[in-house]
């Protein structure tokens, strides 16, 4: 299930909860910094809901032999797991081993030995396995909710955007484009290349004359749950609300009255089946190097 909000609603409905729709007291970029923040915020709380794995992705590690550490994928922030890979059928989850156990060693290469840990930007292995494949199941690092000015356009069955080289737009990212002249290109378009300074997504402008007016594109996130982002819109409101000195009393209430229905509701996105215990044996696999 999907819930895709952009950042110019976040912005307008974020004020309309502080009574600001028509005050630049908190800027734009200045309120953009408040909604990153309380994006982040609510990341954490469905994150913590590790059985649920929301954002769970996987990244391959090719594994030298005798080599024991590895960097990790740019948009690391949590582990959930490592696999070693053994052969195209055979794979064996590994243990995180204690620091006090960085030096370990076995004279008996099994692949039940090999043990992980994460350390600053860097995944360990010791012993340091054989050449092989190892998957990284990991949880990554909230993206920044942005608005970018593109300016310059090459159109056609796909557009190609110029955007600031501070980007930060990635493949598949779904943008919403606002402010354009003419307004046919104002819609919502999937991402589907990036360089440092160019966007291409699958809008259609070839029926198009280049736009006389060069709006913004800005993040669409997604939010699993329509009522998730009111989290977002009660806690940037706060952050509003104290910078003018206004009373947020009422606002914070209500921000823990979401926080509890979201951990309540976040948790077990699967009810078919009830979480269990971890099968140990599974570690124990007698995979011989």
């Not at 913004?216 to 009111?230: I, K, S």
Request: net charge negative; charged share 25%; with cysteine.
């Amino acid at each position: 299930m999907t819930d895709f909000v952009a950042l110019d609603d976040l912005r307008l409905k974020t004020r309309q909860r502080a009574d600001q729709v028509n005050s630049q007291f908190v800027s734009d970029d200045e309120l953009d910094g408040y909604i990153n923040n309380s994006y982040s915020e609510l990341y954490d709380i469905i994150v913590s809901r590790y059985d649920d794995d929301y954002f769970l992705k996987s990244y391959s590690l090719t594994v030298n032999s005798g080599t024991a550490s590895y960097n990790l994928p740019s948009d690391f922030y949590k582990a959930r797991g490592v696999d070693l890979i053994i052969s195209t059928n055979e794979s064996t989850p590994l243990q995180r081993y204690v620091f006090a156990d960085r030096t370990r060693d076995s004279l008996a290469r099994y692949a039940r030995d090999v043990k992980y840990r994460i350390q600053g930007n860097q995944i360990f292995f010791a012993p340091a396995p054989d050449s092989n494949t190892a998957t990284l199941w990991y949880i990554p690092k909230p993206r920044k909710i942005q608005s970018q000015t593109p300016t310059a356009i090459s159109r056609g069955s796909t557009t190609t955007w110029t955007v600031p080289y501070t980007h930060s737009f990635a493949a598949n990212d779904r943008v919403k484009a606002v402010g354009f002249t003419a307004a046919d290109y104002n819609r919502e378009q999937t991402i589907s290349s990036v360089t440092e300074t160019t966007i291409v997504t699958d809008f259609d402008s070839s029926a198009l004359s280049d736009p006389t007016t060069f709006g913004t594109l800005n993040t669409m996130v997604d939010l699993f749950n329509a009522g998730w982002q009111e989290y977002i819109l009660v806690d940037s409101a706060v952050k509003c609300l104290v910078k003018s000195e206004d009373d947020p009393t009422a606002m914070l209430v209500l921000k823990g009255q979401l926080r509890e229905r979201i951990f309540d509701m976040s948790e077990t996105r699967d009810s078919g089946e009830p979480p269990r215990v971890t099968n140990v044996n599974s570690y124990e696999s007698y995979f011989l190097y």
